[in-house]
């Protein structure tokens, strides 16, 4: 069983950072791509980031692109996500997730709970 547990959210102003961690227990994190995915209030869930097992190959959604940075280290078992020049838009709970190098939901086995990251003035 795999357990992922996020931290590092909170409350910023726009144009502020954030960073997002996810730890992860079990030993199956290092073999499996993690991704990064956020809901806002009244929408459904959507991408955000992903990176492969060892960490040379990433992807992002076109609305992060250039302010947000997803790595991992696989000898702490955790992922993370830098996020710079934040927007109000980027209000949401943010979740990682462990499965396939894949933008899509259904790709991911395990969840984690969430974190909540706001950016209002």
């Known amino acids: 069983q795999v357990q992922l547990v996020e931290s590092g959210g909170g409350l910023v102003q726009p144009g502020g950072s954030l960073r997002l961690s996810c730890a992860a227990s079990?030993?199956?994190?290092?073999?499996?791509?993690m991704g990064w995915y956020r809901q806002a209030p009244g929408k459904e869930r959507e991408f955000v980031a992903v990176?492969?097992?060892?960490?040379?190959?990433?992807d992002y959604a076109d609305s992060v692109k250039g302010r947000f940075t997803i790595s991992r280290v696989n000898a702490k078992n955790t992922l993370y996500l830098q996020m710079n020049s934040l927007k109000p838009e980027d209000t949401a709970v943010y979740y990682c997730a462990l499965g396939g190098f894949s933008t899509r939901q259904n790709d991911y086995l395990y969840w984690g709970q969430g974190t909540q990251v706001t950016v209002s003035s």
């Open positions: 990176i492969n097992w060892s960490g040379d190959r990433t």
């Open positions: 079990g030993s199956i994190f290092s073999i499996n791509a």
